[in-house]
């Protein structure tokens, strides 16, 4: 049950040529799916139109898409390259990276988020629970609904955090030197309470600046 690609046999002296596993399941098999993993080295990772309970992807060095995905648990486990995560519903969402560039778009439950120099962008809809970790890259966060709870921890980064206009939060920073700003205005308490402000929102930065957009 296991099918392995590699680069050459350790004898085999002579040139190379590239090689791709493409694996295409009957609809009746990938109805009944209930988990998918992939790990890869320096090669680039596609899934799409697949639906399954559970969906794991190691990379080290190649970028992966996801593309029309359903499923309850998606974990993206990456060193390098492009993480991009399209039209893909998940109760759970978890990336762990260390210098790739994220974008997600989809309809996304809970969003956990750590990387340490990757950009990331994050289109969420019926997100109700994000935590984001980053150290240098910027980050944007833009909520189509507004969450029951956001956290962000980052050393340097800017954080753009877009929210509905009638969103119902409070935002809280805890900043060394970076400043909140509310619709591009800055925010000189570093509070910022909308409506009853029912919902959280924390940012934890030490010079990285919070943009909270409502419009």
Do not use: W
Request: hydrophobic residues 35%; negative net charge.
């Amino acid at each position: 049950n296991k099918l392995r690609v590699q680069y050459c046999k350790k004898s085999y002296v002579g040139k190379i040529s590239p090689k791709d596993l493409v694996i295409s399941l009957p609809r009746t098999l990938a109805e009944g799916l209930k988990e998918c993993e992939v790990s890869a080295v320096s090669c680039s990772v596609s899934i799409a139109d697949l639906t399954t309970e559970e969906i794991s992807v190691e990379s080290v060095s190649g970028a992966v898409l996801l593309e029309n995905i359903v499923t309850s648990e998606l974990d993206i486990d990456a060193v390098s390259g492009k993480i991009e995560i399209l039209s893909t519903t998940a109760k759970s969402l978890r990336i762990d990276t260390i210098s790739s560039s994220i974008t997600v778009d989809g309809t996304i439950k809970n969003a956990k988020l750590s990387s340490v120099s990757g950009g990331a962008t994050l289109n969420l809809d019926g997100c109700e629970k994000a935590r984001c970790s980053t150290v240098s890259g910027p980050l944007t966060v833009c909520f189509v609904q507004c969450p029951d709870e956001v956290k962000v921890d980052t050393t340097s980064s800017d954080v753009r955090i877009q929210l509905p206009p009638d969103a119902n939060i409070r935002v809280d920073m805890d900043s060394m030197s970076g400043s909140l700003y509310l619709n591009e205005e800055k925010v000189s308490n570093k509070e910022i309470v909308l409506h009853e402000g029912s919902a959280r929102c924390s940012v934890d930065t030490m010079s990285g600046n919070a943009y909270i957009i409502t419009k």
